[in-house]
C-alpha cells in the first residue's frame, strides 16, 4: 500500500495523519507496515488525503499517461516526468531513488569540497538536482499522474 509514500509526500507525520483521520497513531503504523485496514479506515484515510480508496490500495506509484490528469499537465510538465532515467515508464519509486542517489553523493561531493573546489561544485549541482527530483515527485503527487503499475512487472 502507498499509504506511507502519500503521507511523507505531503509532509505529513504518522501522529498528524492520525489527527487528521480520526485513526490511531497505531492504527497508522500497522498500515505502513503492511497489515490489511478495514473498508472505513482506508475511507478515513483517502478523505484526508483527497484521493480514491482503490488509489490508496495500490503497491506502487507510476505514471499513468492515459490519465484526464495527465493530458491536462502543461507540456513542460510532461517532459519533467518523462525524464526520469531508471526506468522507460517512470515510477515514483525511481524518481525517489534518483532524488536519494544524489542527495548521497552531493553531501559526498560537498564534504570532498572542503579540500578539491571542483568537488564542491559537483556536490552543488547533485544536490540541486536531489531538489528538482524532489519537486519531480511533489508534482506528481500534486497532480495526480503517477500509473498504478497494474501492467507492468514489480520493480
Request: proline content about 3%.
Amino acid at each position: 500500500m502507498i499509504l506511507k509514500q502519500l503521507r511523507l509526500s505531503r509532509l505529513l507525520s504518522q501522529e498528524q495523519l492520525a489527527q487528521m483521520s480520526g485513526l490511531s497513531v497505531r492504527t497508522i503504523q500497522r498500515i505502513e507496515s503492511g497489515h490489511s485496514p478495514s473498508l472505513e479506515s482506508l475511507k478515513c484515510l483517502a478523505s484526508v488525503l483527497e484521493i480514491d480508496v482503490k488509489t490508496l490500495t495500490q503497491e506502487k506509484f507510476e505514471m499513468d499517461k492515459k490519465s484526464d490528469n495527465w493530458q491536462r499537465l502543461p507540456t513542460g510538465l510532461k517532459w519533467l516526468f518523462a525524464l526520469n532515467f531508471f526506468s522507460l515508464r517512470p515510477t515514483r519509486r525511481s524518481a525517489g531513488n534518483v532524488e536519494l542517489i544524489s542527495h548521497l553523493f552531493g553531501f559526498i561531493f560537498c564534504g570532498v569540497g572542503l579540500v578539491s573546489e571542483p568537488a564542491l561544485v559537483g556536490g552543488i549541482i547533485m544536490l540541486a538536482n536531489a531538489y528538482l527530483f524532489r519537486l519531480h515527485i511533489w508534482l506528481g503527487d500534486k497532480y495526480g499522474v503517477w500509473y498504478d503499475g497494474g501492467d507492468i512487472a514489480a520493480s
